[in-house]
């Protein structure tokens, strides 16, 4: 009898707890069992596991033996506990010495003939192990993910002869950093866009914030060319939010591509997709939408087209920069601070107000087509602006507008100032801090408490237009909050006014 205790780390949600792979053989009839809730993919291993072994050169003993993946009320699933469970039955039988495997974590999945295939979702795993006192054994086609995290001790194999030979004093090559990652590719730049100086600069004000913006306009007045080139005036992540971004990312069925390292991400789902596709969900809970959105751009258009239920999901994120999934015996988090972008029309056909004189639609059928999004939706949307059809002469004159690359500065000098003064974006400012650093001066109070009575807006708004003011304020270097940057604010949501 033999019994062998190997190291890895499972998968829940975005966290990664350890699991002991415990491997016991024992008298007995010849059997193969795995315990601990695996999954289908898991109990498949064994013969994976099996055939790898032969064909490596080594003897899978005909006994009983039993693999127990501890703790086990968690679920396991994939492939990455072959090499575990590999390297375990070969221990527990004296085919290698197991003298130094407390120290090691092991990933990887086993093909029939020993090599080691890389594991889809592994990135959550090594965030999780860079603080331990482990090393680390993951497949070579994982060595690029692994080189994103800084003062990683992992080490990379590409076949199950080669771990062996490391455990008998031939080490693995230690897995290099990642260099010259950054994306070459450019995002779309703003000199594409012509006019629509009120939408450019209600975009330059959401980037300089991280606020939550919806356009309204006809068909082909250039909301969704707007959308597209907010992430090209967006200042890059940092390490650390890029490494969160990508361990989300490294969940999908895509997995994560390296060539999208420290940029934003740009989601924009079609208006059929689903609650669960957007909010993240499943029997197995995987990242929506807005997850895949974290420290990024949603980018929902033809937004009352979408299923009322489905945007209702959105108010909470919204506020609180992440989605909980609870099912009966599992409670998931999922990161989705993302910033929203929206378009809509202004009526069902779309030419509500133009010149033309097309649109037919009665004030009942555009309140309703209006009344599919809420009115808790809408106050959480910070700026609502008017993108209007240009007219050909305007098309034609030459492009005077800024690109953005100059816009782009003074949003990283507007962020700069609000991360010294309050190490967060005005967008994520508590009701409490808003009071603190938002006060406005008396004839901006004025001004904001006329626009409140007037207009009946409530007190979510009031908060989202002072924080509104204060990102004004910060794109001219402006300590006090005055009646201009109020005025402003309140211009930028048009439909409190309609």
């Given at each position: 009898?033999?019994?062998?205790?190997?190291?890895?780390?499972?998968?829940?949600?975005?966290?990664?707890?350890?699991?002991?792979?415990?491997?016991?053989?024992?008298?007995?009839?010849?059997?193969?069992?795995?315990?601990?809730?695996?999954?289908?993919?898991?109990?498949?291993?064994?013969?994976?596991?099996?055939?790898?072994?032969?064909?490596?050169?080594?003897?899978?003993?005909?006994?009983?033996?039993?693999?127990?993946?501890?703790?086990?009320?968690?679920?396991?699933?994939?492939?990455?506990?072959?090499?575990?469970?590999?390297?375990?039955?070969?221990?527990?039988?004296?085919?290698?010495?197991?003298?130094?495997?407390?120290?090691?974590?092991?990933?990887?999945?086993?093909?029939?003939?020993?090599?080691?295939?890389?594991?889809?979702?592994?990135?959550?795993?090594?965030?999780?192990?860079?603080?331990?006192?482990?090393?680390?054994?993951?497949?070579?086609?994982?060595?690029?993910?692994?080189?994103?995290?800084?003062?990683?001790?992992?080490?990379?194999?590409?076949?199950?002869?080669?771990?062996?030979?490391?455990?008998?004093?031939?080490?693995?090559?230690?897995?290099?950093?990642?260099?010259?990652?950054?994306?070459?590719?450019?995002?779309?730049?703003?000199?594409?866009?012509?006019?629509?100086?009120?939408?450019?600069?209600?975009?330059?004000?959401?980037?300089?914030?991280?606020?939550?913006?919806?356009?309204?306009?006809?068909?082909?007045?250039?909301?969704?060319?707007?959308?597209?080139?907010?992430?090209?005036?967006?200042?890059?992540?940092?390490?650390?939010?890029?490494?969160?971004?990508?361990?989300?990312?490294?969940?999908?069925?895509?997995?994560?591509?390296?060539?999208?390292?420290?940029?934003?991400?740009?989601?924009?789902?079609?208006?059929t997709a689903s609650a669960a596709a957007l909010v993240g969900g499943g029997r197995d809970p995987q990242p929506g939408e807005i997850s895949l959105a974290h420290h990024g751009v949603l980018f929902l258009d033809e937004l009352p087209e979408f299923p009322r239920q489905v945007l209702e999901t959105l108010r909470e994120p919204l506020e609180s920069g992440e989605i909980h999934i609870a099912r009966v015996s599992r409670r998931v988090r999922f990161p989705a601070a993302f910033q929203m972008i929206a378009a809509m029309n202004p009526?069902?056909?779309?030419?509500?107000?133009?010149?033309?004189?097309?649109?037919?639609?009665?004030?009942?059928?555009?309140?309703?087509?209006?009344?599919?999004?809420?009115?808790?939706?809408?106050?959480?949307?910070?700026?609502?602006?008017?993108?209007?059809?240009?007219?050909?002469?305007?098309?034609?004159?030459?492009?005077?507008?800024?690109?953005?690359?100059?816009?782009?500065?003074?949003?990283?000098?507007?962020?700069?100032?609000?991360?010294?003064?309050?190490?967060?974006?005005?967008?994520?400012?508590?009701?409490?801090?808003?009071?603190?650093?938002?006060?406005?001066?008396?004839?901006?109070?004025?001004?904001?408490?006329?626009?409140?009575?007037?207009?009946?807006?409530?007190?979510?708004?009031?908060?989202?237009?002072?924080?509104?003011?204060?990102?004004?304020?910060?794109?001219?270097?402006?300590?006090?909050?005055?009646?201009?940057?109020?005025?402003?604010?309140?211009?930028?949501?048009?439909?409190?006014?309609?």
């Amino acid at each position: 009898m033999g019994l062998a205790v190997i190291f890895c780390r499972g998968l829940e949600g975005l966290s990664s707890p350890p699991v002991k792979v415990e491997v016991y053989l024992s008298g007995g009839l010849p059997a193969f069992n795995i315990v601990g809730l695996p999954e289908a993919a898991v109990r498949e291993s064994k013969d994976r596991v099996r055939s790898a072994l032969r064909s490596a050169g080594f003897d899978v003993p005909p006994r009983r033996i039993t693999v127990n993946l501890a703790p086990a009320d968690l679920p396991k699933k994939g492939g990455r506990f072959d090499l575990p469970i590999a390297i375990g039955i070969l221990a527990a039988t004296d085919q290698l010495p197991a003298g130094e495997l407390h120290s090691y974590e092991m990933y990887g999945e086993l093909s029939l003939d020993g090599s080691i295939n890389p594991v889809r979702d592994l990135l959550p795993s090594l965030l999780a192990a860079r603080d331990g006192d482990r090393e680390l054994i993951i497949p070579t086609g994982n060595q690029a993910v692994a080189g994103l995290v800084c003062g990683l001790p992992a080490r990379s194999a590409s076949h199950l002869l080669a771990v062996c030979e490391h455990f008998r004093g031939e080490a693995l090559p230690l897995c290099p950093p990642a260099a010259n990652l950054s994306s070459v590719a450019s995002a779309p730049d703003l000199l594409d866009v012509r006019g629509q100086l009120l939408a450019r600069r209600a975009l330059e004000i959401a980037a300089a914030g991280g606020h939550s913006l919806l356009m309204i306009g006809p068909p082909g007045s250039g909301k969704t060319m707007l959308a597209k080139r907010l992430p090209g005036i967006l200042p890059g992540l940092d390490d650390a939010d890029a490494l969160e971004c990508a361990a989300i990312a490294s969940l999908t069925r895509n997995g994560f591509n390296p060539r999208d390292w420290k940029r934003r991400p740009f989601r924009c789902p079609h208006h059929t997709a689903s609650a669960a596709a957007l909010v993240g969900g499943g029997r197995d809970p995987q990242p929506g939408e807005i997850s895949l959105a974290h420290h990024g751009v949603l980018f929902l258009d033809e937004l009352p087209e979408f299923p009322r239920q489905v945007l209702e999901t959105l108010r909470e994120p919204l506020e609180s920069g992440e989605i909980h999934i609870a099912r009966v015996s599992r409670r998931v988090r999922f990161p989705a601070a993302f910033q929203m972008i929206a378009a809509m029309n202004p009526c069902p056909c779309g030419y509500l107000g133009d010149p033309s004189g097309r649109c037919h639609c009665s004030a009942q059928v555009v309140l309703r087509y209006r009344h599919r999004l809420s009115g808790p939706l809408l106050d959480r949307l910070d700026i609502q602006v008017p993108v209007p059809r240009l007219p050909i002469e305007e098309l034609r004159e030459k492009n005077l507008a800024e690109g953005s690359r100059a816009v782009a500065r003074r949003v990283l000098a507007a962020r700069s100032i609000q991360f010294r003064r309050q190490e967060c974006l005005n967008a994520q400012l508590t009701p409490p801090r808003v009071d603190e650093l938002c006060r406005p001066g008396k004839k901006a109070g004025a001004l904001l408490s006329a626009a409140m009575t007037r207009l009946s807006l409530s007190a979510r708004v009031y908060h989202r237009l002072l924080r509104l003011a204060r990102t004004i304020a910060d794109l001219e270097s402006s300590d006090e909050l005055g009646g201009a940057h109020v005025a402003e604010a309140i211009t930028l949501r048009s439909l409190d006014r309609a």
